[in-house]
């Protein structure tokens, strides 16, 4: 099932700047994506969403994009922070249930 | 903030055995699923439930798994006969959905080996 893919296993970025998180999905039917946040032992967090209907959506430091053409999805992170250190996962809601990537691992250097 | 909690956070069963998993789920939360996880794969969707019923369900929750909201809080999976290929994290998550949709907060798993 790759209906969602995240292609970039891991990711480094210094204190302060920006972490760009990708996605990319196939099945135009989603009508909600979200990203999820995961600490080692613990459950995915959730961060934030957006609508497919909307193109961008912001919470603090957080930010999603959604571009519904190229069927892609990116969660931008600034300014990066150490406890911003986890798996970050993406998500598409479909009929109730999420259907989830392989997830990136983000790793902010001090 | 309220949270999704799951018990135990690990357990041990022998191949051929049952094993029940609960949750309790956030307290006003009307929908509730079940996710799992194969060490190095993706989160897989279980099944979802609502209204005392299925909603909907994968092609992975067969016949040996079960659910069921005994009381008014808890909300448990059981998996009848336990095979090797069933050892996995194993996610809960509940959502509100009453006023639109909401998205889904998940516990911190429980982790199943089959030995």
């Known amino acids: 099932d790759q209906q969602v893919k995240q292609n970039s296993p891991s990711l480094s970025v210094q204190e302060g700047r920006i972490s760009i998180l990708n996605c990319d999905y196939t099945?135009?039917?989603?009508?909600?994506f979200l990203w999820y946040k995961k600490y080692p032992a613990e459950g995915p967090t959730f961060l934030i969403s957006?609508?497919?209907?909307?193109d961008k959506n912001e919470d603090g430091r957080f930010t999603v994009f959604l571009n519904k053409s190229a069927k892609h999805l990116s969660l931008h992170i600034v300014p990066s922070q150490p406890g911003d250190s986890a798996v970050y996962f993406c998500a598409a809601r479909g009929n109730e249930k999420l259907t989830f990537g392989t997830g990136t691992r983000l790793t902010i250097i001090p | 903030e309220p949270e999704v909690t799951q018990t135990p956070s690990h357990q041990v069963t022998q191949m051929g055995q049952e094993v029940i998993l609960r949750c309790v789920p956030i307290s006003n939360h009307l929908y509730f699923y079940w996710y799992r996880q194969i060490l190095g794969q993706k989160v897989e969707f279980l099944v979802s439930?609502?209204?005392?019923?299925?909603?909907?369900k994968s092609e992975i929750f067969d016949d040996q798994f079960s659910v069921e909201r005994p009381d008014g809080s808890n909300f448990t999976l059981k998996i009848r006969s336990t095979k090797l290929e069933d050892s996995a994290m194993y996610f809960c998550?509940?959502?509100?959905?009453?006023?639109?949709?909401?998205?889904?907060?998940f516990g911190d798993g429980t982790r199943l080996s089959i030995l």
């Open positions: 998550a509940s959502s509100e959905e009453d006023r639109g949709w909401q998205p889904q907060h």
């Open positions: 439930f609502y209204n005392n019923e299925i909603s909907e």
């Open positions: 099945n135009s039917m989603f009508d909600y």
């Open positions: 957006i609508s497919s209907i909307k």
